[in-house]
Nanobody, 122 residues
Framework: VQLVESGGGLVQAGGSLRLSCASSGRTTDIDTMGWYRQAPGKQRELVATISTIGNTNYAESVKGRFTISRDRAENTVTLQMSSLKPEDTAVYYC?????????????????WGQGTQVTVSS
């Protein structure tokens, strides 16, 4: 599975950005997809995830401002970000989980995109 993000950039506080992630390869095996971010000097943190049936999960800091969506036909996941704050500045990474079930075990494979920079100026 390969993931390619797009849509990052520079925006003023209060503005909006839309991030997209295109997946390729064995996309039919993808389970949950999501977005994570990493600010300078900080650990990577979850932003939002979406399951195959559309169940979503958001970090408290972005609830009500960010919306994650998924187009399984196009193999894309999108993060619509509104009311952006300077503290949202980070590199945003697309993430995909592939869960493989066998008789012996269940194994989860994790894939990451290369990241896209989001900078929010005050």
């Amino acid at each position: 599975v390969q993931l390619v993000e797009s849509g990052g950039g520079l925006v003023q506080a209060g503005g909006s950005l839309r991030l997209s992630c295109a997946s390729s390869g064995r996309t039919t095996d993808i389970d949950t997809m999501g977005w994570y971010r990493q600010a300078p000097g900080k650990q990577r943190e979850l932003v939002a995830t979406i399951s195959t049936i559309g169940n979503t999960n958001y970090a408290e800091s972005v609830k009500g401002r960010f919306t994650i969506s998924r187009d399984r036909a196009e193999n894309t996941v999108t993060l619509q970000m509104s009311s952006l704050k300077p503290e949202d500045t980070a590199v945003y990474y697309c993430n995909a989980l592939v869960v493989v079930h066998t008789i012996e075990r269940t194994t989860t494979f994790e894939y990451w995109g290369q990241g896209t920079q989001v900078t929010v100026s005050s």
